[in-house]
Each structure stands twice: as C-alpha cells, then as structure tokens.
C-alpha cells in the first residue's frame, strides 16, 4: 500500500533485519520446529516445466565453460541459480536461505544474538540500508548511532539496499571483536569502531506515566516477549495502574504465536483472535484459550511501521472491543512465513498463509486504520526518535484513556 508518508522511505519491508539479525522484524515467521528437525528430502521432477529449466541452464552452463575468463565455482553458481528462481515469485517476503545462512536463521528469532544492537531496513529512495531504530543499551546506542543512519560500508566493504543479509552477517561476529560501520547521517560521513557484544534484542520496556497509566513498549515479537510482557504488566499494575497504553509503533512483527498469547491476556476465553488462510481456503481458527488476566481500558498506538505480527495484536484486540487505537495506518502485512530446511541444510522462508482479524478484515496491503488517525507534527525529523512534548499519538492516547 502506497503511503505519502515523509518518512515511509522503503517499500520492501518488513524484513526488520536485527543485526544481530531479526529476519522476522520484519516478518511474522510462524516457526514449526518439526521442519527443521525432519528436513525435506528433496526428489527429482520429471514435469516438462522442470525439464525445460534444466534444459535452459546446462546450455549456460555449455556457454560459460566455452566462453568465460575466469574461474568457476560450481557451488555459487549453484546457489545463484536456486536464489535467482525463488526471486522470479515477486514475493519480498519468500527467499532462499542457504546452509551457511540456516543456523543463523533460525537463532535470530529467539532474541539473544551477538553484534551491535541495530535495527535496520532498506531504503529504497538512497538504495542503501538504514538504521531504523538502536537497541537500548547495546554498543550501537552507546557510541552514539541514530535512528535514520544509512550505512555505507562495513569493515570497508560498500553495501546497497539489497545487500541488507550480507551486510548483516558482516556485522554479527563473535563477543570481543570489532566491526567498523561507516554511516551517513545528512551529509555527513561518520565512521565508528564497534566492538561486538551479547545483546537483547527486544526488550519490553513500561513505565507509568501521569493519572495511574500503564505504558508498555516493544519492537518485536521474539520467543520470550509475551512472558516479558506479562511481568512488565504485573510490576505496573503492583505501582497501581488503571489503564494501559501498549505502544506498537515501528514494531515490525516477529513470531506470530507471541502476539497471540499477548492477545490471551486481554481477550474473553475462546473468542476468535486470528484466522490464518491457506493457498487452498482452508482457515485455521486461533482463538484465546484462557481468562483474561488484564482487565482495564488498553489504547494501542499505531503507525506505518507497525507489520505482521503486531498488527495481528492490534487488529484482534480492535475487533474484539478490547483496544482502541491510535495513530495512523499499519504497514499491512498480513502474510505468514514458515521455514522449511531441505536435506542438504539449505532452506526456504516462504509465504503460507494470509491472515485476517477477527471481523475477517484482511490486513495484507491494505493494514489497519486507527480509531483515532493522529498524525505526528512536522517538526518531528524522525517517527523513530520523537520527543515525548512532540509525541501527539501519545498524548492523544493520555487524553482519552483518562
């Protein structure tokens, strides 16, 4: 969905890529365990569509050994094939993984990684990557890296916008080492000397503001971020708190079953929280499994970074009457990922499913509209860094909750 947003700069997301590397946080993977302990065996096609494909590139194979200069290295060659023919489906969101590339993937969903503490994601306007938001307390935020930085090369290597997983996998590394990341920040070029540590990734982070209000706020959905979400509430509501604001803005997804189980403690037992569509209409109902443990009025802020799984969250507590909401339209991501690892160890992160709220509103490329549109004044540079005084979404939320 097209946005006139000043700060909607990229239109290929959300692949929040956490470098240390949130592939979800940007992308709802729904992650069955099953197909990575009991890999697919894969097995020759005799189709004549297949036939034709091979056809195709053993001729170029017969060119390149006749013709090219150089060297050939038949595993790249064999990847570039495999990468290239996923990326003829147009899906941003299904891609290749590769054997070296798997492990990775699969740790980088569960929250605790190695690296320097960023959120990024492409910028396809400068075709560069960009920081889209630091984690508190990791070594990007210490040394002083910004929300809108766009990174130019690290340790001297040059990467565009499409170049985000290498870029990614440069920067993780082992705990103690360094990496130098050279940014641009306007027109000014910045060059810092990080050293990599173990980072929390998505920390849920509350507090209590004015007239007994609950303020929760988080970036993504890991493995542990509905329990951390449930004791960030249970210390509030021991302060007294009488309402709660959750804060979804640039919060780009993760695992979907998270933001269920955060939409179990809010939503009536056995109300219908999500239905997950498949390529053959066949839907799967998710529904809230236990009583409610949180029992007061909840306003959800929204903008046009919050995708997937978040928007899962909002949507259901919106329809349900359990959560108003505010800001301004969700990103509309509405597909679910699953990925699947193949007997050599390679894999694919593919789309699945379409899901829909419970009103059976879809929100893939269209998203949610808020309650309450409320848009940020233009004096604020940046959606990723807002001073609380210029926060409107956030004292609109205040103004109503009260």
Request: aromatic share 8%; hydrophobic share 35%; no cysteine.
């Amino acid at each position: 969905m097209e946005k006139d947003k000043k700060y909607r700069i990229y239109k290929t997301i959300m692949m929040l890529a956490i470098v240390i590397f949130i592939t979800f946080m940007v992308t709802s993977i729904s992650l069955y365990t099953y197909f990575t302990k009991n890999p697919i065996i894969l097995v020759s096609n005799t189709k004549s569509t297949q036939n034709d494909i091979a056809n195709k590139l053993e001729n170029y194979r017969q060119i390149i050994e006749k013709y090219y200069l150089g060297e050939i290295d038949d595993t790249k060659l064999e990847e570039g094939a495999i990468k290239g023919y996923i990326e003829g489906l147009g899906d941003p969101y299904t891609e290749y993984i590769s054997k070296e590339d798997m492990k990775d993937y699969l740790e980088d969903t569960m929250g605790n990684f190695v690296g320097i503490g960023i959120y990024m994601v492409k910028n396809t306007q400068y075709d560069r990557i960009q920081v889209l938001s630091t984690i508190k307390g990791s070594p990007a935020e210490k040394i002083g890296i910004q929300a809108g930085d766009l990174i130019i090369s690290v340790d001297g290597v040059e990467y565009k916008a499409d170049d985000m997983t290498t870029a990614s996998n440069n920067i993780k590394g082992e705990e103690g080492t360094k990496v130098i990341i050279e940014l641009l920040r306007g027109t000014q070029n910045i060059k810092y000397e990080i050293i990599r540590e173990k980072v929390k990734v998505n920390q849920v982070e509350g507090k209590v503001l004015s007239n007994n209000i609950g303020y929760i706020q988080f970036t993504s959905f890991d493995e542990t971020t509905a329990e951390d979400f449930k004791a960030k509430y249970q210390e509030l509501a021991k302060q007294g708190i009488q309402s709660l604001i959750i804060d979804l803005r640039n919060n780009g997804g993760g695992i979907v079953n998270q933001a269920l189980e955060i939409a179990d403690y809010i939503a009536t037992k056995d109300s219908v929280l999500l239905y997950e569509v498949d390529k053959n209409s066949k839907e799967t109902v998710r529904k809230a499994k236990t009583d409610p443990i949180i029992n007061m009025p909840i306003i959800i802020l929204t903008n046009e970074n919050t995708a997937s799984a978040s928007e899962i969250l909002a949507g259901a507590l919106k329809d349900l009457g359990k959560a108003k909401t505010v800001g301004t339209t969700t990103y509309g991501k509405g597909v679910i990922q699953q990925i699947l690892k193949l007997s050599d160890g390679s894999g694919i992160k593919i789309t699945i499913e379409e899901y829909q709220t419970p009103n059976k509103n879809k929100i893939n490329k269209v998203g949610i509209e808020p309650d309450e549109k409320v848009e940020l004044p233009d004096s604020v540079e940046s959606v990723f860094n807002v001073k609380e005084s210029e926060d409107t979404q956030l004292q609109k939320a205040i103004e109503m909750i009260k």
